[in-house]
């Protein structure tokens, strides 16, 4: 078992050590020959886990992402025990959540977010940044799994701890106010949604966030034309125009400019 234990805590350590050049599929089946040896014994939970992890991590690295999410997957769902250190257990998490996103994995991203999200509070290694961060990812992965009650949730407890950390007029709530706002809008509380999203414009505006202000003008244009305000909707549209071409934005203002345009066919067609 010492001998197990000593060679899996040497792949680690190599694995681990951003300097070190090794074979990606030597490493591989030395980690295939541990796994069949903790496999056979029943004390050897604890390195058979690491061994899968280890193996996700490396298979990641060879661009096999979805082999490497299976294998992440597998080396978590065993019992982790007391005696892993919390920095890594929340690492490990965050890592299966990143990989699952890039593979659009939306419900195994918001799952382990949601476990480094927690991990985090009390893991020592993580500044109120670093947690902030892990949240918001959490809630963004929520909302693209379509699970929004549970999104909005999580970003409005979030976003007032975002607004007691940095201040309630700073830039860094900028995200976390747009991910909230769509999730409203998701959840059809159109009104909600738009004062978070004039809330975030002023934001920008207070930065002069040229491209961010523009966006938002296009989302505040869609939100007051489903909420029965066309003109409202036109003065959105006219000031993205405006604004692009004071920004010199080539390629966004020629779409600025059809959006506008179509916006005003439309309208035309209205009885």
Same mark, same amino acid.
């Given at each position: 078992?010492?001998?197990?234990?000593?060679?899996?805590?040497?792949?680690?350590?190599?694995?681990?050590?951003?300097?070190? /050049?090794?074979?990606?599929?030597?490493?591989?089946? !030395?980690?295939?020959?541990?796994?069949?040896?903790? /496999?056979?014994?029943?004390?050897?939970?604890?390195? =058979?886990?690491?061994?899968?992890?280890?193996?996700?991590?490396?298979?990641?690295?060879? $661009?096999?992402?979805?082999?490497?999410? !299976?294998?992440?997957?597998?080396?978590?769902?065993?019992?982790?025990?007391?005696?892993? !250190?919390?920095?890594? =257990?929340?690492?490990?998490?965050? @890592?299966?959540?990143?990989?699952?996103?890039?593979?659009?994995? @939306?419900?195994?991203?918001?799952?382990?977010?949601?476990?480094?999200?927690?991990?985090?509070?009390?893991?020592?290694?993580?500044?109120?940044?670093?947690?902030?961060?892990?949240?918001?990812?959490?809630?963004?992965?929520?909302?693209?799994?379509?699970?929004?009650?549970?999104?909005?949730?999580?970003?409005?407890?979030?976003?007032?701890?975002?607004?007691?950390?940095? $201040?309630? !007029?700073?830039?860094?709530?900028?995200?976390?106010?747009?991910?909230?706002?769509?999730?409203?809008?998701?959840?059809?509380?159109?009104?909600?949604?738009? /004062?978070?999203?004039? /809330?975030?414009?002023?934001?920008?505006?207070?930065?002069?966030?040229?491209?961010?202000?523009?966006? &938002?003008?296009?989302?505040?244009?869609? &939100?007051?034309?489903?909420?029965?305000?066309?003109?409202?909707?036109? $003065?959105?549209?006219?000031?993205?125009?405006?604004?692009?071409?004071?920004?010199?934005?080539?390629?966004?203002?020629?779409?600025?400019?059809? $959006? &506008?345009?179509?916006?005003?066919?439309?309208?035309?067609?209205?009885?």
């Amino acid at each position: 078992m010492t001998q197990l234990r000593e060679r899996v805590a040497a792949l680690r350590a190599l694995v681990h050590d951003s300097s070190a /050049r090794f074979s990606a599929s030597q490493i591989i089946t !030395d980690l295939q020959q541990l796994e069949q040896t903790a /496999r056979a014994r029943s004390d050897a939970q604890p390195e =058979l886990r690491q061994i899968l992890i280890l193996m996700g991590v490396v298979e990641c690295q060879r $661009g096999e992402a979805a082999k490497a999410r !299976d294998l992440l997957r597998a080396g978590l769902d065993i019992e982790a025990g007391e005696s892993l !250190d919390p920095n890594q =257990l929340t690492r490990d998490h965050y @890592f299966l959540a990143s990989l699952a996103t890039d593979l659009k994995d @939306f419900q195994t991203a918001a799952e382990h977010y949601g476990k480094a999200a927690e991990l985090a509070k009390t893991a020592p290694g993580f500044e109120t940044n670093q947690r902030l961060g892990i949240r918001e990812k959490h809630g963004f992965a929520l909302c693209e799994a379509k699970r929004f009650a549970e999104a909005y949730e999580v970003n409005s407890a979030l976003l007032a701890d975002a607004e007691r950390h940095f $201040g309630v !007029d700073d830039h860094h709530l900028s995200t976390v106010l747009i991910n909230t706002a769509q999730n409203l809008y998701a959840l059809g509380r159109l009104p909600e949604a738009e /004062r978070h999203l004039q /809330r975030c414009l002023r934001l920008a505006r207070a930065r002069e966030d040229g491209e961010r202000e523009q966006d &938002l003008l296009y989302q505040l244009a869609v &939100l007051a034309g489903e909420q029965g305000r066309p003109m409202e909707a036109r $003065g959105y549209l006219t000031e993205r125009v405006e604004r692009l071409e004071k920004l010199g934005i080539t390629g966004r203002l020629e779409a600025a400019r059809r $959006g &506008l345009e179509h916006f005003d066919r439309r309208q035309a067609k209205t009885p």
